[in-house]
């Protein structure tokens, strides 16, 4: 087989966002594009020349395609082996498990998460290394420094690989292997967790579902929930991954999963359900009569992680994204393990990881997951929660309310604005910054400000140094304002206002959230312009 070096020119937009680079179908299908990123990959990351590395993705249009090319460039670019998931389908955290499974050197994970997919949709590619985690600021900024100078990729010839097979074959000198990644998956979540105690509880009177919105997770979800812990077999919806979701946009939330949501909170007729995204990294858990905040989910499972058997010793800690409830803070506190603050974007997790500093992490953005793999995991989380009840021995509602009842309640609210202009985001951004210095010391809505600051990092493990990871106003232990730029969009801007204010009262502990977190509302509205600003009444979304 003939390897092409073929000449190309750089575009000047391949900088990855917060997860990987996403981009319109349209921009990832011009000729050159996918080439160009994957090229500059292949020139940047040492270790590539008779390496092992894992691809797949979440199956939305376009996979396929951009399958073929990596697979057909990775063998001019003298890699020695790709293991595939079957189809060319991976979740991402089963991607993530592969390359720690195989040792692998890295990996290709093609998915742009809960956005549309489809010819008018978007797509997206990760790049994770060996341990499984995405790539450090470090390593993408070197790869997009290259891809502006890129000057030629490499490709061979090839009439495409079969991978709907399970089975190994050659293309060039490369081995293409391609796997059952949903029979690995399982077996790594039952080395997690107790599946006799989740069989029991599910086949008791215990009414589930889980939503697979037509994304990546249907054929996990089968092959656990059902196959392995006996669900019943339409407990697992919209299980067939299809290229465009259904013409549904996978992003498991109370606008997105509406109906899941009406049945088990205003119908009441499920004791327990969730919902996972395009790729599979998002949960959202629903109990009878009750939304489970990601803050609060992600607090309730470190709180209770003694009930899952990877963590029956208990955990050194736990982190969580600056924007996330401090619901986690308040159990580290009281059950005496580490409690950390990242900036937003799984792969601040890693190091501290892989140290072995915490066993357990989340976001707001309905993320929550574990030291088994380096990405954020939505079965585990739905799993995680099934062990947990089935231990506690509580209702979804039960267990909630004597968390609260033991640590309080973080009442909290994202409001997305989408589609703002940049220069309307940056309005916002600018006002509320400019402030910074003097909001420490004055009284809003009651409430002193204790500080007030443009949120930086620098990780424990290596010292590397993130700027400028959003604006936050903070009110002591009482309340918190914190307002960022999406990372992830593909057009104009996203703007997220995080509010969340603390209650400990027992009579303040069932009140809807929209009502004690408006007077915060009004405060972030007047500190930030946001109406004036963006001339919008309200936000796009809630979550
Ligand atoms: C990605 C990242 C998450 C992040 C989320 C939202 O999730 O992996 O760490 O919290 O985006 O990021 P932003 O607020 O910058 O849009 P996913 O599920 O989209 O890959």
Redesign the pocket.
């Known amino acids: 087989m003939h390897t092409h070096t073929v000449a190309t020119t750089p575009f000047d937009d391949q900088r990855v966002?917060?997860?990987?680079l996403?981009k319109t179908v349209a921009v990832f299908s011009q000729p050159r594009y996918l080439e160009n990123f994957v090229q500059a990959v292949f020139d940047t990351v040492d270790g590539f020349d008779g390496a092992s590395i894992v691809l797949g993705g979440d199956g939305r249009y376009h996979n396929d395609v951009a399958i073929q090319t990596i697979l057909r460039m990775a063998a001019a670019n003298g890699v020695a082996k790709v293991i595939v998931g079957q189809g060319g389908i991976l979740s991402?955290p089963a991607a993530s498990h592969l390359i720690r499974h195989f040792d692998a050197h890295s990996g290709f994970v093609l998915?742009?998460?809960?956005?549309p997919a489809g010819p008018d949709g978007d797509f997206g590619i990760?790049f994770n290394i060996r341990g499984g985690g995405?790539a450090a600021s470090s390593v993408t900024d070197a790869i997009y420094a290259c891809s502006k100078q890129l000057a030629a990729y490499k490709i061979i010839d090839s009439d495409g690989v079969a991978i709907n097979q399970v089975g190994t074959q050659s293309l060039g000198n490369m081995t293409v292997e391609v796997v059952d990644s949903t029979a690995l998956y399982a077996d790594l979540m039952a080395q997690q967790f107790d599946f006799d105690a989740i069989r029991q509880l599910l086949a008791g009177d215990f009414k589930m579902a889980f939503d697979a919105m037509h994304a990546v997770t249907g054929p996990y979800a089968k092959r656990i929930l059902v196959d392995t812990l006996g669900a019943p077999r339409d407990a697992v919806r919209n299980a067939t991954p299809l290229p465009d979701f259904g013409g549904g946009h996978p992003d498991p939330n109370l606008l997105y999963a509406k109906d899941l949501a009406d049945e088990v909170i205003n119908a009441q007729a499920l004791d327990f359900a969730a919902a996972s995204?395009?790729?599979g990294?998002?949960n959202m858990i629903l109990g009878k009569g009750l939304f489970v905040s990601p803050g609060d989910s992600l607090a309730v499972i470190a709180a209770n992680a003694d009930a899952l058997p990877a963590y029956a010793d208990g955990i050194p800690g736990a982190a969580r994204?600056m924007?996330t409830s401090r619901a986690l803070d308040a159990v580290a506190a009281q059950q005496g393990f580490d409690a950390y603050e990242t900036p937003?974007?799984?792969?601040?997790f890693c190091n501290l990881l892989d140290a072995e500093r915490i066993s357990i992490c989340g976001?707001?953005?309905?993320?929550t997951g574990a030291a088994h793999v380096r990405?954020?995991d939505g079965l585990w989380a739905v799993l995680a929660w099934l062990n947990i009840l089935a231990v506690r021995q509580q209702s979804v509602a039960d267990l909630m309310h004597a968390h609260w009842a033991r640590y309080g309640r973080h009442y909290y609210q994202r409001h997305d604005y989408e589609g703002l202009t940049v220069d309307q985001a940056d309005a916002c951004m600018n006002k509320l910054r400019n402030a910074l210095g003097s909001l420490r010391g004055q009284t809003h809505a009651g409430l002193a400000v204790t500080a007030a600051d443009e949120f930086a990092y620098t990780d424990p493990i290596d010292q590397s140094r993130a700027e400028g990871q959003g604006l936050r106003v903070c009110f002591g232990d009482a309340a918190r304002i914190i307002l960022?730029?999406?990372?992830?969009?593909t057009s104009g801007a996203?703007l997220?206002l995080y509010l969340e204010t603390f209650r400990s009262d027992e009579w303040e502990l069932r009140l809807p959230p929209a009502e004690v977190l408006a007077e915060l509302a009004a405060v972030a509205d007047q500190l930030t312009g946001l109406r004036e600003h963006t001339g919008r009444d309200a936000p796009s979304v809630i979550t």
């Open positions: 966002g917060t997860a990987g996403r991402t998915s742009a998460s809960h956005n990760k995405q995204d395009g790729d990294d998002r994204s924007p937003t974007g799984w792969k601040f976001e707001e953005s309905f993320g990405e954020k960022r730029k999406s990372g992830t969009g996203t997220r």
